[in-house]
């Protein structure tokens, strides 16, 4: 069914005057479409990859905190002191095994003191 309706337009993607036979009609042809519709897929992923690296740099910055909260504890768990000195769970587990670290159970975790974390790197 066609319509009688000759409505003058501008294109939205290239800017350009065409008659629009509906109300609806954006584009002057298929080809301004498409490349309409491509912009507005690349600017979605430019969004989602912008999203993404504010998302890793909030993360990044609650790492940083979490460190500078770890600074002020006097006792430390095993997980916290490889967040401190930057190294795996598992290297501090080795050195509480060879004797560099002494560890004391409570609970169901070890408790490192602070002061054998600084004294070894003095």
Same mark, same amino acid.
């Given at each position: 069914?066609?319509?009688?309706?000759?409505?003058?337009?501008?294109? #939205?993607?290239?800017?350009?005057?065409?008659?629009?036979?509906?109300?609806?009609?954006?584009? !002057?042809?298929?080809? !301004?479409?498409?490349?309409?519709?491509?912009?507005?897929?690349?600017?979605?992923?430019?969004?989602?990859?912008?999203?993404?690296?504010?998302?890793?740099?909030?993360?990044?910055?609650?790492?940083?905190?979490?460190?500078?909260?770890?600074?002020?504890?006097?006792?430390?768990?095993?997980?916290?002191?490889?967040?401190?000195?930057?190294?795996?769970?598992?290297?501090?587990?080795?050195?509480?095994?060879?004797?560099?670290?002494?560890?004391?159970?409570?609970?169901?975790?070890?408790?490192?003191?602070?002061? #054998?974390?600084?004294?070894?790197?003095?």
């Amino acid at each position: 069914m066609s319509s009688n309706l000759y409505i003058p337009k501008t294109c #939205q993607h290239c800017g350009n005057l065409f008659t629009a036979r509906t109300t609806v009609t954006k584009y !002057c042809g298929d080809s !301004c479409a498409k490349k309409a519709y491509k912009a507005r897929k690349r600017k979605e992923k430019v969004d989602a990859a912008l999203q993404e690296t504010k998302a890793n740099q909030e993360a990044q910055d609650s790492i940083t905190v979490s460190a500078d909260s770890l600074s002020n504890k006097d006792f430390l768990s095993i997980t916290d002191a490889s967040k401190l000195i930057g190294v795996s769970r598992w290297a501090i587990q080795r050195m509480i095994k060879r004797g560099q670290l002494k560890a004391v159970p409570f609970g169901r975790k070890h408790i490192v003191a602070r002061h #054998q974390i600084e004294n070894l790197f003095n």
